[in-house]
Every structure is written in structure tokens, then in C-alpha cells.
């Protein structure tokens, strides 16, 4: 295989655009599906088998569907039929069990393979605009709770999990999707809290994948750095953690003031790319960094590494 093929496979396009069936056909590791993807029941299940049939290798076909606010069927339920995480959690772990089984059968019905949830955020701070209620809880013991039961959940049925978002948004104040939030914490406070959580889901063997968020953790870079660009962060994660790690959506404008940023993560270990768009501003980044990546030994390495993470993860959930 071309390294180009390898380097497709790490990355997870959205459908806005009109390169998504050229893209698939060169090896597009897989689709994320916003909600106004999802009309009706009938559209999108023949959505997600059209898209299978034109792949030689088979795609993630993934979703946002925490519940609460972030739920994207919500075009054909009417409105919000889940509750989000963190009501969900106050209701017991029965309720939040039978909520992820429901959620877990729904989306395979569907043709989904990948829930970009549970949100493994510690809500410490009331003035956060963007996880709140998103977070099972503003202490790391029921975070880890919740985030067990909805994995263990997901996992029987079929369903890969991500956790998210390293090394812990809960602390921010402001919304990564239009910033780069800051949190200025020492590490070991950050470690004893935020990356709690994710720490010993990983200890667990509970991680699918750990999505990291688009913040500037000074504990990691004193100079204005997001974690997902950054060597210090991912280099951390991987002394406790050697499996697919994934970015936020890269169009968020935390990274409007980084040039290059997918090729930053790539070089700093990040494995695989969240896009919402698949515009030709989004092709063209991935078409660079290919050629880039013929003379490049960093990049290779890196981009070969990564392809065969996500294929062992797709073997695992018989993907492949």
C-alpha cells in the first residue's frame, strides 16, 4: 500500500463538499455524520451503505451522539431523546446503562461504527460555555463511573468509544470551537483531576481512542501551544497509552493561528484527523502533507505507525 492510501486512512471526513466519493475510493479511513446528514431513517441507513459499497477498505462510519445537546438524530426523534451525560448519571447506573444500550442499538441500525463520546471532562468550572452538562460530574471518582458503564456498554454491542477530550477541558472558560482556551494549572493538579479520568479508563483497557482537545495547557507548553499540536502533551499521553489517538475537529477556530497544523500533529504523534468538511481546502492539506511525506523520514514513520493503529483497531471491532 502507498503511503498516500496510508495517510488517507487516518483521516475521518465529513460529507459537506464534493471530493467525499473521490476520497473514499483513495483509501478514506472514514465518514462523521452531522445533523444535517440525517433527514430521515430510510435516507441514512441507504446514505451509509452507499458510502460502503464504494470502498475497498472498510470505513469508520462515526458519529457525535452523547445525548443532551449533542445528539445529532435529532432531525428524525423531533427533538432531544437522550438525556445528556450528566442527567443521565444523576439517575443511576442502571438508567445510564439502559440509555447507551438504546443509544448503542439505535446507531447500529443505522450502519455506525464509532461514537465520539463519552466526554471524560471533570465540570470544575460553572463558567465553562462548552461541557457542562456534557461531563457526568465535577469530580474525577463519578467521572470514571459513568464513562465505565457507557464504554462497557457501547463495547458489548459492537460500538468503538472515544474518550474525550485530553488532558481535560472541564477547567476552561471559553469554547474551543471559536478559541484556543487556556488552563493555567501545574501538573500535578491536572493529573490528580483532569487526566484522572482518562488515565485509569486507559489502566482499564477502556480506551478505544483518545480524542485530544484544542487547548493551551501551560503545564505542558509555556509558549502558546493547542495540546493536539503539541509533542510535550502527546508524548505524556504515550507513556501510559499506545493506542489510536485522535484530534478534535480540525476546522475549530482554536487552530486559526497555526499554520499547518495537521502536519504539527502528525509530527507531534497525533494518529488520526477529524474534518467536518470534505472541501478542496481539506484535500489539498492531506495531498501536501503526501508529498511532503515521500522525503520526509519524520513523516513517514509517523504516518505508517499510525495506519497500522487503526487497522489493528478495525480488526478488533471487525471492521476490516
Known amino acids: 500500500m502507498k503511503i498516500i492510501q496510508k495517510l488517507y486512512q487516518m483521516f475521518i471526513l465529513g460529507t459537506s463538499g464534493n471530493n467525499l466519493e473521490s476520497v473514499i475510493k483513495k483509501g478514506l479511513g472514514g465518514i462523521i455524520f452531522f445533523t444535517d446528514d440525517i433527514i430521515s431513517t430510510d435516507d441514512f441507513k441507504n446514505k451509509i451503505k452507499y458510502f460502503s459499497k464504494q470502498s475497498d477498505t472498510s470505513l469508520f462510519f ?20 437522550y438525556l445528556s451525560a450528566k442527567y443521565a448519571f444523576q439517575k443511576g447506573e442502571l438508567f445510564l446503562k439502559e440509555q447507551t444500550q438504546a443509544i448503542s442499538e439505535e446507531l447500529k441500525s443505522y450502519g455506525i461504527n464509532l461514537n465520539f463520546a463519552p466526554c471524560c471532562d ?3 468550572n460553572p463558567d465553562n ?17 459513568g464513562a465505565e458503564t457507557v464504554i462497557k456498554t457501547y463495547r458489548k454491542n459492537g460500538i468503538i468509544s472515544c474518550i474525550k477530550h485530553f488532558p481535560g477541558h472541564g ?9 484556543l482556551p487556556e488552563i493555567d494549572m501545574p501538573l500535578y493538579e491536572m493529573e490528580n483531576l483532569h487526566i484522572k479520568p482518562f488515565k485509569t479508563l486507559i489502566k482499564k483497557d477502556l480506551a478505544d481512542i483518545v480524542m485530544v482537545a484544542h487547548i493551551h495547557c501551560k503545564c505542558f507548553d509555556e509558549k502558546v ?12 499521553l504515550k507513556t501510559f497509552y499506545n493506542g489510536v489517538i485522535c484530534s478534535d475537529d480540525m476546522v475549530m477556530k482554536a487552530l486559526d493561528n497555526f499554520e499547518n497544523p495537521c502536519e504539527m500533529a502528525i509530527r507531534a504523534g497525533v494518529n488520526m484527523f477529524i474534518y467536518r468538511n470534505c472541501n478542496d481546502e481539506t484535500i489539498n492539506t492531506i495531498e501536501t502533507i503526501a508529498k511532503k511525506s515521500e522525503f520526509d523520514t519524520v513523516l513517514q514513520k509517523n504516518i505508517e505507525e499510525s495506519y497500522e493503529k487503526i487497522i489493528e483497531l478495525k480488526r478488533k471491532y471487525k471492521i476490516l
Open 171 to 179: 477547567d476552561t472558560n471559553c469554547d474551543s470551537h471559536l478559541v
Open 129 to 145: 460555555p462548552i461541557i457542562g452538562e456534557r461531563a457526568f460530574a465535577n469530580n474525577a471518582e463519578d467521572v470514571i463511573k
Open 122 to 124: 471533570v465540570d470544575t
Open 225 to 236: 501551544m493547542p495540546t493536539s499540536l503539541s509533542k510535550n502533551t502527546i508524548n505524556y
Open 62 to 81: 462515526s458519529i457525535d451522539q452523547e445525548g443532551g445537546r449533542v445528539e445529532r438524530t435529532q432531525n428524525i426523534w423531533n427533538g432531544k431523546k
